[in-house]
């Protein structure tokens, strides 16, 4: 599974980072940043995370990508 990012709509909120910081940032405005774009499959802790981030987004920035 693979995670995207629109920083076009982004609203900086900080849901992402909050939830899941090992696979999301911010830049200096706030909008966010993939430190990672892939989460490994063996890890479903880490992928339940990232799925909590994606759904908790306000702004529906962010996707989870089917590989």
């Known amino acids: 599974m693979k995670i995207a990012a ?3 709509i982004c609203m900086s909120a900080g ?3 909050m939830t899941a910081d090992e696979f999301f940032d911010q830049d200096d ?3 966010v940043l993939l430190a ?3 989460i490994p499959n063996s890890h479903t802790d880490v992928a339940r995370r990232v799925r909590n981030a994606v759904k908790l987004c306000p702004s529906g920035a962010l996707q989870l990508v089917p590989e």
């Open 6 to 8: 629109d920083r076009e």
């Open 15 to 17: 849901m992402c980072v």
């Open 29 to 31: 405005d706030g909008v």
């Open 36 to 38: 990672s774009d892939e």
